[in-house]
């Protein structure tokens, strides 16, 4: 399993995004049922967001993200950001170590 920092940019204004802020976090609900998510928020100042993925591959994550209603309706980039977590804390062991076990990502 793969682990990835995928940090959103808006393209536009916040205070203009917050119908699609809540399309958004419910898209992000279906990456948490499947276990694909850890984490996920606004950058401070509200630039955009960060979440913490894991999934096999970095094509698997984007596709995910393809879906997401930012991306569909151009407002946000997006980098995804490959890393190894080496170190960490013990109650995020199982998150880590083991591979999603629902939803097929």
């Given at each position: 399993m793969k682990h990835f920092i995928i940090d959103i940019h808006y393209l536009i204004p916040a205070?203009?995004?917050?119908?699609t802020t809540v399309e958004h976090r419910a898209f992000?609900?279906?990456?948490?049922?499947?276990?694909?998510l850890l984490f996920s928020g606004p950058k401070v100042p509200r630039t955009g967001g960060i979440i913490v993925a894991r999934?096999?591959?970095a094509d698997q994550v984007a596709a995910f993200f393809a879906n997401d209603p930012y991306?569909?309706?151009g407002v946000a980039t997006y980098q995804f950001i490959e890393f190894n977590p080496v170190l960490k804390q013990?109650?995020?062991?199982?998150?880590v170590e083991k591979g999603v076990s629902k939803g097929g990502f």
């Open positions: 205070e203009q995004l917050v119908e992000l609900q279906s990456g948490y049922k499947a276990g694909m999934a096999e591959s991306q569909k309706k013990e109650f995020l062991t199982d998150w």
